[in-house]
C-alpha cells in the first residue's frame, strides 16, 4: 500500500475528531532546530466544511478491536483499514511542517492488539520527532484509556496537548454505545494528565529549567445526540470536567449517522445544537455564568431559535436595561450582543467621554440585540419597548428549519460567533 | 491643495511628517508610486532624510508610547487609501491629547486608525499560515504571496525563528521583493515575477504537496459543507497561491 493510499485512509478515520486547536502552548523556537508553537495558534487551511487544518489528524492505524456502536473505525465496518509505521509519520509531520502546511501533529490510534501496545507506537513517534529530528513544533496526542500510565506520562512529556475523549454524555449511553469502554478507563487517564500538569505548573515554578508536561492542557471531546441526554446534563458535565481535571475544553460533536445500529438515532441533531451548546460553554468559561443559569429542570434544553444569552437576559429583565456608561466590565459582557471586545471598547473609550448610541454604532458594534437591553446616557433606544414578550417577537429568527436535510441553515455570523466564543 | 509626496520608504514617511507638521494648509502626503496629478495641487516632493525621521521616532517614543509608533508602521505598511494623511491626523491628535487618545474608539479618526491597524495585523497573522514553501534543491524553500498589505517584514521574524535550519525565501509578487533567509542573516531584496517564475523552473514537483492536497481532501466532512465559513476565514482571493484549496 502507498504512503498516498494509507494517508488517504488513516486521515479519513481520523476527522471526526473536532480538536483542531494549535494553541496555549509557548514552546520557543530554539535555532537550528525546526519548529515553535505560537501561543495564539495558527490555522493553515480551510476545508469545505469551514474548520480549519492546523494540525496533520491522522491515526496510527484503524485495526480498532473495539465495537462502538457510533465509531467509523469500529471492528465490525467494513472499512479499508491500513497502519502507518513510524518512520512514515515522523517523515510526513517534518516535511509538511517544512513546507508551512501544518502547525504540528495530532495523533490519534484505534486500538490495535491492547491499548498498551496502541500506547506505546504512539510513544515512539513523539519520541523520534522530539530526539531524533529535534522537532520543536506542536504535538497533540490522544491517551488511549486502559493504556499503562508509565507509558501515558511519557508521552506527556512530549506532548503540548493530550486528550482523553469522554465519548459520550453518560456511562448509562457508554455500556449502550461503547460497551468495550468504562468510565474508569477514561477518567483514570485524565486524573492523571491533570494532577501531573498541576505537579509540573508548580515544579516550573521554582525550577525554571523543569521540561513541560502538556503545557497546552488537556481537552476532551463528547458526542452530542446519539443518545438521550439532555443539554443540562452535558453542561453539568463539562462544568465538573472543567472544574475537576482543569480541562481546557470541552469539545462537542454533532453526531454524524454514519454506522446503522439499533442503539442508534436514524436522523443527526440538528447542528445548531451544536452551536448553542459551545455558546453556552463559552458563557460558562469565559463570561462567568454558572450552569443553572442558562438551564434548570423546568427547561433542560437549550433554545434552538435563541442564542442562550439572550434567553438568560429574557428571563432576568429585572437587572435590564444597563446603563452602558456606567455598568462595569462583568455586567457588560451579560449583555446580549455585546462580547469581550465590545465591553473592552466600552470601557476604553466612556474613559474620555460618557457613550451615546451612535458612538456604540461608530465602535463597530452590532446594536441588533443589545439596543433592547441597555440604555445611553440614561436614554433607551431600542425599537420595541423594554418587554421580554416584544423583544422575542423582534428577535425571533426570519428563517426556518429546513424540511429536508433536517439541518437548520444558519447564518454565518451564528457560526462564527460559537467559533470566536463572541456572543 | 498642497501634496506631499516622499520616496515610499518609512523613513520618508517620517521626513514628510516632520516636514508638513507645522504646515497650515489643507495638505496631504502620497508616496509618489500611488499618486495621480490633480489640477490645482501644489507638489512638494519630500527627500528622505534620517535624522528627521530619527527625530520623529525618537519624539514619539519619548513622549508618547511605543504602541503609538507602531500603528504609525502599520499605517504604512497598510497601503490603503489616505493611509498617510491619516497617520499625519493621528499623530497630531496624539500630540494634543496623549497617547490615551486610542482609548476614543467613537472618534472617526480612531476608528479607521484601529480598522487599518487590524487589518494588517490580521493578514499577517493569516500569511504565517497561508504560506506555502515548495521545495527547489534540499532544504531550500521558495514561497510566493500576494498579499492586500505590505506585511513582509511583519512575517521576517516568525519565520526566521521557526525555520532556523533550512534556506528560505518568501516572495511579494505584487510588491516585486523577497525576504531571503540563508541560515545567517534575513534580509529584503527586489525580486521581479519573471526572476521568481525562473527559479521555480528548476522545480518540476513537489511530491509533499499531492500528499497535501490528499489529506486536505480526506480530512473533509462532506456531511458538514459550509462554503461561506471556508471563505469567511480563508478568502478566495488567497487561494491562487494556497495549492491544495478548493471547495
Not at chain 1, 76 to 94: K, Y
Not at chain 1, 171 to 198: E, F, G, H, Y
Request: with cysteine.
Amino acid at each position: 500500500m502507498t504512503i498516498t493510499e494509507k494517508l488517504a485512509i488513516l486521515a479519513d478515520a481520523a476527522k471526526y475528531d473536532v480538536s483542531c486547536s494549535s494553541s496555549s502552548s509557548k514552546r520557543v523556537a530554539r535555532k537550528g532546530n525546526l519548529g515553535s508553537a505560537a501561543p495564539a495558534g495558527i490555522c493553515h487551511s480551510f476545508t469545505p466544511d469551514g474548520r480549519c487544518i492546523s494540525l496533520l489528524k491522522i491515526l496510527m492505524n484503524n485495526y480498532c478491536i473495539y465495537d462502538c456502536a457510533y465509531c467509523v473505525n469500529r471492528a465490525s465496518n467494513d472499512i479499508p483499514r491500513a497502519a502507518f509505521t513510524v518512520e512514515e509519520v515522523v517523515d510526513l509531520t517534518m516535511n509538511f511542517y517544512r513546507r508551512n502546511y501544518i502547525e504540528g501533529l495530532f495523533l490519534s490510534s484505534a486500538v490495535i492488539k491492547n491499548p498498551t501496545y496502541t500506547m506505546e507506537r504512539m510513544v515512539l513517534v513523539l519520541q523520534n520527532l522530539r530526539e531524533t529530528q529535534h522537532f520543536n513544533g506542536y504535538i497533540h496526542v490522544k491517551a488511549i484509556p486502559g493504556a499503562s500510565l508509565e507509558l501515558i506520562d511519557k508521552a506527556g512529556s512530549y506532548a503540548d496537548r493530550m486528550s482523553v475523549n469522554i465519548e459520550l454524555p453518560s456511562q448509562r449511553s457508554l455500556q449502550l454505545l461503547a460497551p468495550d469502554k468504562s468510565k474508569n478507563d477514561i477518567l483514570l487517564p485524565m486524573q492523571n494528565i491533570s494532577q501531573q500538569i498541576v505537579q509540573n505548573r508548580a515544579e516550573r515554578k521554582t525550577l525554571k529549567k523543569s521540561p513541560h508536561y502538556v503545557p497546552a492542557g488537556q481537552s476532551t471531546q463528547m458526542i452530542i445526540g446519539a443518545s438521550g441526554e439532555s443539554d443540562l446534563d452535558i453542561l453539568r458535565l463539562s462544568a465538573a470536567l472543567y472544574d475537576k481535571f482543569s480541562m481546557k475544553r470541552v469539545y462537542y460533536s454533532a453526531y454524524v449517522p454514519i454506522n446503522q445500529d439499533k442503539n442508534l438515532p436514524v436522523v443527526a441533531p440538528p447542528m445548531a445544537r451544536e452551536n448553542r451548546l459551545y455558546q453556552s460553554d463559552w458563557l460558562i468559561r469565559v463570561y462567568g455564568f454558572q450552569a443553572h443559569e442558562l438551564l434548570d429542570e423546568k427547561t433542560p434544553n437549550l433554545d434552538m431559535d435563541y442564542d442562550p444569552k439572550t434567553v438568560w437576559a429574557l428571563n432576568h429583565m429585572e437587572q435590564f436595561p444597563v446603563e452602558i456608561n456606567q455598568a462595569p466590565f462583568k455586567i457588560l459582557i451579560r449583555i446580549p450582543g455585546i462580547g469581550i471586545r465590545g465591553a473592552q471598547k466600552i470601557v476604553s473609550a466612556r474613559k474620555i467621554s460618557p457613550l451615546d448610541f451612535n458612538d456604540l454604532k461608530k465602535m463597530g458594534l452590532s446594536v441588533k440585540r443589545a439596543q433592547y437591553f441597555i440604555t445611553c446616557k440614561g436614554r433607551y433606544y431600542g425599537t420595541v419597548s423594554c418587554e421580554p414578550l416584544k423583544i422575542r417577537r423582534a428577535l425571533k429568527p426570519q428563517k426556518t428549519a429546513s424540511p429536508h436535510t433536517g439541518y437548520e441553515q444558519l447564518t454565518i455570523f451564528d457560526q462564527l460567533a460559537a467559533l470566536n466564543g463572541e456572543i | 491643495m498642497i501634496i506631499y509626496l516622499y520616496d515610499g520608504s518609512f523613513d520618508g514617511l517620517l521626513t514628510a511628517i516632520f516636514d508638513s507638521f507645522t504646515d497650515k494648509r489643507p495638505l496631504d502626503i502620497f508616496r509618489q508610486e500611488h499618486y495621480q496629478p490633480q489640477l490645482f495641487d501644489e507638489i512638494i516632493s519630500v527627500t528622505t532624510e534620517n535624522d528627521k525621521a530619527q527625530r520623529v521616532a525618537d519624539s514619539i517614543l519619548a513622549k508618547l508610547s511605543f504602541d503609538t509608533y507602531q500603528r504609525l508602521y502599520y499605517l504604512y505598511l497598510s497601503e490603503l487609501p489616505q493611509c498617510d494623511y491619516t497617520a499625519l491626523c493621528y499623530l497630531k491628535m496624539c500630540y494634543r491629547y496623549g497617547a490615551s487618545i486610542y482609548l476614543a474608539k467613537n472618534n472617526p479618526l480612531i476608528h479607521r486608525v484601529e480598522t487599518y491597524c487590524r487589518k494588517v495585523t490580521l493578514e499577517a497573522h493569516r500569511f504565517t499560515g497561508f504560506v506555502r514553501f515548495i521545495e527547489l534543491a534540499p532544504m531550500i524553500f521558495y514561497s510566493k504571496i500576494e498579499p492586500d498589505h505590505n506585511i513582509l517584514p511583519l512575517l521576517q521574524g516568525h519565520f526566521v525563528r521557526r525555520f532556523s535550519d533550512q534556506k528560505f525565501m518568501i516572495h511579494d509578487l505584487k510588491r516585486q521583493y523577497a525576504l531571503v533567509y540563508d541560515l545567517h542573516t534575513p534580509y529584503f531584496t527586489p525580486l521581479t515575477i519573471e526572476e521568481g517564475e525562473h527559479l521555480l523552473t528548476s522545480k518540476t514537483t513537489d511530491p509533499y504537496q499531492q500528499l497535501f492536497a490528499v489529506f486536505f481532501d480526506a480530512t473533509t466532512i462532506t456531511q458538514r459543507r459550509n462554503l461561506r465559513l471556508q471563505k469567511f476565514w480563508m478568502p478566495k482571493r488567497y487561494w491562487q497561491h494556497i495549492d491544495e484549496a478548493h471547495d
